[in-house]
């Protein structure tokens, strides 16, 4: 089993900027993707942020392209969402995801590991 626990969430401003981070334990982060989740107030879980094992390919949801960054440090186990220019709308639940990445192109759905999530609060 692979555990993954979020933290860095909170409440800010319309402009300001959040770095989430992601630690996983029990198993290493060894051929496994990557990525960062969000379910908003009633609406339904979506895609954010993923970055596959190697050698790293981001991919990033059309609604926060060139304001969130992704990044791993597989050393440390780690994964790491920067937030930049944040808006009300990306007020969420912010969920850290993992799966074995096989190579096959789909880094957008199909993850089977979660964490439980960290709130994101953006106020106007």
């Known amino acids: 089993q692979v555990q993954l626990v979020e933290s860095g969430g909170g409440l800010v401003q319309a402009g300001d900027s959040l770095r989430l981070s992601c630690a996983a334990s029990?198993?290493?982060?060894?051929?496994?993707?990557m990525g960062w989740f969000r379910r908003a107030p009633g609406k339904e879980r979506e895609f954010v942020a993923t970055?596959?094992?190697?050698?790293?390919?981001?991919f990033y949801a059309d609604s926060v392209k060139g304001r969130f960054t992704i990044s791993r440090d597989k050393a440390e186990n780690m994964v790491y969402l920067q937030m930049n220019n944040l808006k009300p709308e990306d007020t969420a639940v912010y969920y850290c995801?993992?799966?074995?990445?096989?190579?096959?192109?789909?880094?957008?759905?199909?993850?089977?590991?979660w964490g439980q999530g960290t709130q994101v609060t953006v106020s106007s």
């Open positions: 970055i596959s094992w190697d050698p790293g390919h981001t």
């Open positions: 995801a993992a799966k074995v990445d096989y190579g096959l192109g789909e880094y957008t759905d199909g993850f089977d590991y």
């Open positions: 029990g198993r290493t982060f060894s051929n496994y993707a």
